[in-house]
């Protein structure tokens, strides 16, 4: 009997893992529109050492990334965790500590919080009373603003949350859905005390005690999962081949290719939200209605390497984040050579920043060398190195990170019903713009493609 034939489109970590699992499975295929795999998994050299300027860690506390790196062979020897995990806040003028026991920006520690000199005594004062402030009993989603802004007070949204979100959605906390962006606070909020505080210090004492690292790398940089999964997949794996349009057949689906079309049983889509959108526009309309409908965010990160004589008086910690209320460029800057214990060998100091919000593209509008510039002068300043750097590339993320907003999980709900209601056997969507943008998620997301793949070739046999 001839295997079940599966195409998958977009050879990022979804897409190539998912087609990884089902490599036993069935006669799988990946076609990636660009000539580089890893969608946004790269390394790049600088100064001398490989540097990840996309994702740069996976998120430890959820197994399935570590898991997966593990399946592919890769040891201890491999797997570096952050030598620091304390983050600065670069606000009201000067660097300040994250305090402690926040919860995505969240705070539950007063103390810690006033410590860090976050916020003015007013600010402080309000954030305070958040255990007086009557609950309002509203039915579903909100705004990340909302919530917690109304618990807190504005100034705790605006210096604590939305520089950590930025980090994550590079997004708007006037439109992040509470319910998807910040599932945990989401999950605080929802438990009977009137205290968001008590809620979220309940949930931190009944969360299992962990003592491994919350974030880890790759030694060599985090290409190396995606060489590792495209070496195992061999010529399954076909770059520079965007697919065009798909469409149903008889029993299965129809690839347009640029000069050839490919049968496939069974079709995973692991691209984001807009090439999802327009290859979806023919057969399952609703759905790409759906999908064209979540926001995009363009970032950039600009790696920097300084004469390590020039960092001396550098911070300690692994980076800092900036509220876009500075004014700033940049949104957040990681120190690699605190962060990363493989990359503290002294020969350079190096820093990669971000830039580009969703509603902010001033940065993005800067050519390549102005940016470059500007960014390396605020770095400067902020972690008071005594040069400017002696190498700097600037790589563009164009409409990479989708934005949860307001109402998410009801898209997604409405997106898997349609799927249903038209019978759309065979067709699976996967990738970011669905269940978390973290690469363990993705991890977790490509396992549970694979298996809904298999259940459908299944029920087809
Ligand atoms: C700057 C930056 C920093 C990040 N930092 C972190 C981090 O530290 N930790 C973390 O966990 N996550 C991080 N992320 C998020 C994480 O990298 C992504 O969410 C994840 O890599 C997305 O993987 P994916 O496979 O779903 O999609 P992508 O990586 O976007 O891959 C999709 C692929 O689809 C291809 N494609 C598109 N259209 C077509 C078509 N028509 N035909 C064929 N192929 C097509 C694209 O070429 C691309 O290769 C970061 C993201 C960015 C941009």
Same mark, same amino acid.
């Given at each position: 009997m001839s295997r079940p034939r599966v195409a998958v489109i977009g050879a990022?970590?979804?897409?190539?893992?998912?087609?990884?699992?089902?490599?036993?499975?069935?006669?799988?295929?990946?076609?990636?529109?660009?000539?580089? !795999?890893?969608?946004?998994?790269? @390394?790049?050299?600088?100064?001398?050492?490989?540097?990840?300027?996309?994702?740069?860690?996976?998120?430890?506390?959820?197994?399935?990334?570590e898991a997966l790196v593990r399946a592919l062979g890769f040891g201890d020897d491999d797997l570096v965790a952050p030598a620091t995990g304390q983050v600065h806040l670069w606000t009201r003028g000067r660097l300040r500590p994250l305090p402690q026991n926040t919860v995505m920006g969240v705070p539950t520690d007063l103390r810690a919080l006033a410590r860090s000199g976050v916020l003015t005594p007013l600010e402080l004062a309000r954030a305070a009373v958040e255990p007086l402030v009557p609950r309002r009993q509203l039915a579903g989603d909100r705004s990340v603003g909302d919530l917690i802004g109304e618990r807190f007070g504005s100034a705790v949204v605006e210096r604590l949350v939305e520089p950590l979100l930025g980090g994550v959605y590079a997004g708007d906390t006037d439109r992040l859905s509470a319910e998807a962006a910040t599932a945990t606070v989401w999950a605080a909020a929802q438990r009977p005390?009137?205290?968001? @505080?008590?809620?979220?210090?309940?949930h931190r004492a009944d969360a299992p005690s962990t003592d491994g690292p919350v974030f880890l790398t790759l030694r060599g940089g985090l290409t190396r999962l995606i060489d590792?999964?495209?070496?195992?997949?061999?010529?399954?794996?076909?770059?520079?081949?965007?697919?065009? @349009? !798909?469409?149903?057949?008889?029993?299965?689906?129809?690839?347009?290719?640029?000069?050839?079309?490919?049968?496939?049983?069974? !079709?995973?889509?692991?691209?984001?939200?807009?090439?999802?959108?327009?290859?979806?526009?023919?057969?399952?309309?609703?759905?790409?209605?759906?999908?064209?409908?979540?926001?995009?965010?363009?970032?950039?990160?600009?790696?920097?390497?300084?004469?390590?004589?020039?960092?001396?008086?550098?911070?300690?910690?692994?980076?800092?984040? !900036?509220?876009?209320?500075?004014?700033?460029?940049?949104?957040a800057v990681t120190i690699s050579s605190r962060k990363w214990p493989h990359h503290a060998d002294g020969a350079a100091f190096v820093v990669r920043a971000s830039v580009g919000r969703v509603d902010d593209v001033r940065a993005l509008e800067l050519d390549d060398d102005t940016l470059a510039e500007r960014v390396d002068a605020e770095v400067r300043w902020a972690l008071r190195l005594r040069g400017p750097a002696r190498e700097r590339t600037v790589v563009r993320w164009p409409r990479a990170l989708p934005q949860y907003d307001v109402g998410h999980r009801a898209r997604v709900d409405r997106v898997r019903f349609a799927l249903e209601a038209m019978d759309a056997r065979g067709l699976h969507i996967g990738?970011?713009?669905?269940?978390?943008?973290?690469?363990?998620?993705?991890?977790?997301?490509?396992q549970g493609l694979a298996q809904a793949v298999r259940e459908d070739l299944a029920r087809v046999s």
């Open positions: 990022g970590l979804t897409g190539l893992a998912t087609a990884w699992r089902l490599r036993d499975d069935a006669d799988v295929v990946v076609f990636d529109a660009a000539e580089r !795999v890893g969608g946004q998994v790269r @390394t790049i050299e600088l100064a001398d050492r490989p540097l990840d300027v996309g994702a740069d860690a996976l998120l430890a506390r959820q197994p399935e990334g005390q009137r205290s968001l @505080t008590a809620a979220l210090r309940a590792r999964l495209h070496s195992e997949l061999g010529d399954r794996v076909r770059s520079a081949t965007p697919v065009r @349009t !798909v469409e149903r057949s008889t029993g299965g689906w129809r690839l347009h290719l640029d000069e050839r079309v490919k049968v496939a049983d069974a !079709v995973v889509l692991a691209v984001p939200a807009p090439a999802a959108a327009a290859l979806l526009a023919e057969p399952v309309p609703e759905v790409a209605r759906e999908l064209a409908g979540i926001r995009m965010a363009s970032v950039g990160v600009v790696a920097l390497a300084y004469d390590p004589a020039d960092a001396v008086d550098a911070p300690q910690g692994s980076g800092l984040l !900036v509220p876009r209320g500075e004014g700033r460029l940049i949104k990738g970011a713009c669905f269940d978390g943008l973290g690469l363990s998620a993705r991890a977790r997301d490509a």
